[in-house]
């Protein structure tokens, strides 16, 4: 017997949308069967016509910075935006942290800081280091879901990148591991520091330009096909590289990548003198680069969607001089994934099936949580997030949940109002309610 049903007309299963109700017993979906079929004696959440029952996001690139940085967000912050942006399963990433994910001891530090203090599921990735080789296998075994490296410098000094010569060491161990390498591709030789107008944006785009992408993608599928390794390209910007990713992945390369809301929302002809709350690495390009990452998309070079939730304190973003050169570079937008990606879809002409594969189940399958989060299937997670994509809001950033109101979206309106979050058939979300800070558990077991 179930003791929840979730039903309504609009239910977002793998490959169709309609009337069903989703049975769940404790924290598992039990059934997915016709609309009227009701069990008795249990809770019946209705869903009308309005709203669509989807699977949880899951979120595969999330910088939650604790320990150590936890004044710039921490576990709490972020899963609270997490869970108010229909968000149930992140994973967080390597760096930003101190110590950095980047040692089997600094991984337990991590889950110590973790664990009890999570509205939602969180995972880990480790990262990949000049000279911690030896510490890859004893991660892995402990439970990170694979590892970052970075091939220019990180912006922290206890996370250095890696050169070429590091990834010969690194990618065989990773190989036999059969883990997956992810990696910041931007090169630094085609990178400049400097730039005569500093708080133009344009200055700050033409130092990092779609070279820097262009010759790393090309640097990992010659060391992913050399050393057989599963590669996984973050962020991607340049979309000069989809027809380059393309043929590799026709030639059986083993390489995917993934893209933000920002790269497919904002153009840089839009972004004002000085406003740095848009700067990120990779930056956001033009209006034509944007119109090209949709089509990698719909190809399916470009796998999934996810955040680089990237927050930082306030002033470092330099928002007083607007020098986009020496600020922070990061998007804080956990909690407005959903929403900009929709907005964005629909006016494309991309349906919610899309949505749900380039928002839940792709990215689950990235971290093989595939038989278990990202879709409304028997045996899964009852992870599930109800809400109207027609509805529209305005974004006051002073509402959003992470630590700092700070956000590049302030003052958009945007389609598609997330109205309930379940994480494992508990509410943890309802209408501006939070469930507590304990619901969440870590995803350290190998599935
Ligand atoms: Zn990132």
Request: aromatic residues 6%; hydrophobic residues 40%; charged residues 25%.
């Amino acid at each position: 017997m179930p003791d929840l049903i979730i039903r309504g007309p609009n239910v977002v299963l793998p490959d169709a949308i309609g009337p069903r109700a989703v049975h769940i017993e404790d924290g598992k979906i039990v059934a997915v069967i016709d609309y009227d079929q009701i069990a008795s004696d249990c809770e019946v959440i209705e869903v009308d016509e309005n709203s669509v029952v989807m699977p949880g996001l899951v979120d595969t690139h999330v910088h939650v910075n604790s320990p150590g940085r936890t004044e710039w967000e921490g576990f709490q912050t972020a899963t609270r935006a997490a869970a108010a942006g229909g968000v149930t399963t992140l994973i967080d990433m390597p760096l930003n942290s101190i110590p950095p994910t980047t040692t089997l001891a600094g991984f337990n530090t991590k889950l110590e800081t973790a664990r009890n203090n999570c509205f939602i599921d969180v995972g880990f990735w480790g990262g990949v280091v000049p000279g911690n080789t030896s510490e890859l296998a004893r991660m892995f075994d402990a439970g990170v879901v694979g590892f970052k490296c970075f091939l220019v410098p990180s912006g922290v000094d206890e996370f250095p990148h890696v050169s070429e010569e590091h990834l010969r060491e690194a990618m065989p161990e990773l190989t036999r591991l059969g883990a997956l390498l992810i990696v910041h591709a931007e090169l630094p030789g085609p990178i400049t520091s400097e730039g005569v107008h500093p708080e133009s944006y344009e200055t700050f785009l033409a130092s990092r330009p779609r070279a820097a992408e262009n010759e790393a993608i090309e640097l990992m599928i010659r060391l992913s096909r050399e050393f057989d390794t599963r590669v996984h390209i973050v962020h991607l910007s340049s979309a000069d590289a989809v027809p380059v990713l393309r043929r590799a992945q026709a030639e059986g390369v083993k390489i995917s990548a993934e893209t933000c809301p920002h790269y497919l929302h904002f153009a840089a002809e839009e972004i004002a003198a000085g406003a740095t709350e848009f700067k990120c690495c990779p930056p956001i390009r033009e209006r034509e680069n944007r119109e090209a990452l949709w089509e990698g998309l719909a190809g399916g070079v470009i796998d999934f969607i996810v955040s680089d939730h990237s927050p930082c304190p306030g002033e470092m973003k330099l928002r007083e001089s607007g020098d986009f050169m020496k600020a922070w570079g990061g998007i804080a937008s956990l909690q407005l994934r959903l929403p900009v990606v929709w907005t964005e879809a629909r006016r494309r002409g991309f349906s919610l099936l899309d949505l749900a594969r380039w928002l839940c189940a792709n990215p689950a399958a990235q971290v093989s949580l595939q038989t278990q989060k990202g879709s409304i299937a028997v045996g899964h997670d009852a992870d599930i997030v109800i809400w109207n994509p027609n509805a529209e809001f305005l974004v006051d950033a002073n509402t959003l949940q992470h630590r700092h109101k700070i956000s590049p979206y302030n003052g958009e309106t945007l389609h598609g109002v997330v109205q309930k979050t379940f994480l494992r058939g508990k509410k943890i979300y309802d209408e501006a309610h939070f469930g507590d800070a304990k619901n969440g558990r870590l995803l350290i077991e190998r599935q």
